[in-house]
DNA sequence: GTTTGCTGGGAAAGCGCTTGCCGTACCGTA
DNA sequence: TACGGTACGGCAAGCGCTTTCCCAGCAAAC
């Protein structure tokens, strides 16, 4: 492994001179020596130690993003957002999962911290645990007080810059869509209540069905993990407890668990949206193409990664408190869900 | 940003002895010493310097995964795998997406050597392009040379060790199996040709359905990116040469595209099974939730993932040339294909 | 001819850490 | 009492690079 002293040797002059050569300096130098310098690095295979660099110069070019599970497509389309923006800014993106381990979560910021990475964008994690919540805050903030810069996407517990999408405004116009169509009677397929993500959604759900006066008794929410698995379980559940046959419409709380209540749906032989509709959260990619396809709230979700990078990137002001990106819910309505009426009804 | 030495100061002990507190050493230190060094470090909220650490002690815990695109599924798992894995053993890793573009993946590969990963991992590259891949090939050997590890996952163009789908083999079952169900005439939905895995899965596919005496010609071939857009505009193509008249069968070289192509049916209101049969190849998670469930070829993805971080971490004899870690592909037949009785074709 | 101003090269001081080596204190043993 | 052995601290030499500062050389100005 070549280093600049040998390239600088082997080219016959300084350290200095073969530094400023191979790496970007405002110095000018001499083309013949420029040209020297070239064919020493080349010939000796030299290729730049990046810690060296780092330590030296004070600088890197890597970022990191935090997020639950990249086989997750929710996270993957978020993740892919912010590659995609990061590939073009040349920077290093260090990803890690933490599979929801707050744990894990909290490794991973003090690795990225002692690895000095430029920023960090922490996605999914959202845990409602008082005591993980603090130790997280305290990292983040030592990091920050090292002059690292943190964005979050989709939470809400940290004075740090973050890309909020509505969970709530899509929650509440998706019960108001719902509630058009005539569906009065709900089911509901819950993720764990301690996720933010989870608990605004079902506030906003649950708050505009109280303004219609539509009733959404505890016995018909029923929860799972956040997972494909987690919402067929729970449509399992509500089965077995005779729910299905009080209600008009089933929601699920992200569309990964919609993916596998419909598919608990079809192994039950209920007719989507025949005779129960269904819709999900997120729109995620492959829903569009389930049968039927999924009636969802679309979020952007390769923007709000991109977002999120832009507003770690971005200089600003340090008078200036957090920022907060918004970003807007929208219902999309497909052929998951079903106009209720007269006669419909099972 | 609090450094050792002053961390040591406070403590009062030198740098030697506060370095061994706090990084584990194999020397001991006097817990007096020991528990003022800690208490230092806690109240200077001292976080150890990762570049200087890889600097001095010449080793670092990051491992480097290149690969297409996060927001593809296939991808997703094995990087999913690879991650899970990864933090089994305390790694960090380093993920970028290349989105197919090979100067991109040259550029990554480069600064991973920059950043002194321990391993690079290579997934779903595989151009056909002679003098790409050359110079990739250049990059990973010099990469090499400088003790880097390196693995590749479903491709054999270069001499590292490599996790390699049974991409002939699986075709050439799934083939087997179509014909099984009475199916001779085949459409199929490939991708980009100078991408090794398309080229292997299609050759396994013809030369079986050639042992069959079964037709596959050309016009019968539609290609188009290897996306789910990819594969829907290529059936539509197929549609429009009035291709689908003269099958029983689509195959897509994919599943991704195999959605797009079931969308385009659906779209065509082209009835799967009844009336066409659909095939697709990787068994990504969301296809056994389409409707009809897709069949395919299934690979184990994730642990795909997982074996070329094994690959690349297992210490192993410089004598040995590079592994070869073969992964069987196994045929599911789920809803989207149908025997083909008498009468029941078109 | 002397001074001034500029260009471009080099010496060397770090950046924050690890670790080989030496030194000291203290133990047990003969 | 003397001596070898062990335990544990500290000194200092790097790791590979960037960058500040200094200096030589030369052209232009006086």
Redesign the interface.
Same mark, same amino acid.
């Given at each position: 492994?070549a280093t600049l002293a040998e390239v600088a040797r082997q080219a016959g002059v300084s350290l200095a001179t073969a530094s400023r050569v191979l790496n970007g300096s405002t110095r000018v130098v001499r083309a013949e020596l420029r040209d020297k310098v070239v064919a020493a690095a080349t010939e000796l295979?030299y290729? @730049?130690?990046?810690? #060296?660099q +780092?330590?030296a110069g004070n600088h890197?070019a890597?970022v990191g993003v935090v997020l639950h599970?990249? &086989?997750d @497509?929710y996270f993957? #389309?978020i +993740?892919?957002g912010a590659?995609?923006h990061a590939?073009e800014h040349d920077l290093?993106?260090?990803? &890690?999962?933490t599979?929801r381990d707050p744990d894990?979560e909290l490794a991973?910021v003090?690795?990225?911290?002692?690895?000095?990475a430029q920023a960090i964008i922490l996605a999914g994690s959202g845990y409602h645990d008082r005591e993980r919540t603090e130790l997280l805050r305290t990292a983040l903030a030592?990091?920050q007080?090292?002059?690292g810069r943190v964005a979050v996407v989709s939470q809400h517990r940290f004075d740090v810059d973050t890309v909020l999408p509505d969970n709530q405004g899509g929650a509440r116009a998706l019960a108001r869509a719902l509630l058009d169509l005539g569906h009065r009677d709900f089911a509901l397929v819950t993720g764990p209540e301690h996720l933010l993500t989870v608990r605004d959604r079902y506030l906003g759900f649950r708050h505009e069905l109280g303004r219609a006066a539509a009733k959404l008794p505890n016995h018909r929410v029923a929860d799972g993990g956040f997972t494909?698995d987690g919402g067929y379980a729970a449509v399992r559940s509500l089965h077995e407890a005779g729910v299905l046959d009080e209600v008009t419409c089933v929601v699920a709380l992200s569309d990964v668990m919609a993916?596998?209540a419909?598919?608990a749906l079809?192994d039950l032989d209920i007719r989507v949206p025949d005779r129960l509709s269904l819709a999900g959260f997120d729109d995620i990619?492959?829903v569009?193409?389930?049968?039927?396809p999924l009636s969802t709230v679309r979020l952007p979700l390769?923007e709000m990664g991109a977002r999120a990078l832009d507003l770690v990137l971005e200089t600003r002001g340090e008078s200036d408190g957090p920022r907060v990106v918004r970003v807007a819910a929208e219902v999309v309505l497909r052929g998951s869900t079903a106009r209720l009426d007269e006669g419909v009804r099972r």
């Open positions: 492994m295979r290729t @730049p130690n990046a810690h #060296a +780092a330590l890197t890597s599970d990249v &086989s @497509p993957a #389309a +993740a892919g590659m995609r590939a290093l993106v260090m990803m &890690s999962c599979f894990r991973y003090r690795m990225l911290h002692q690895q000095r030592s990091y007080a090292g002059g494909r993916i596998g419909l598919a079809r990619p492959t569009r193409d389930l049968a039927p390769e």
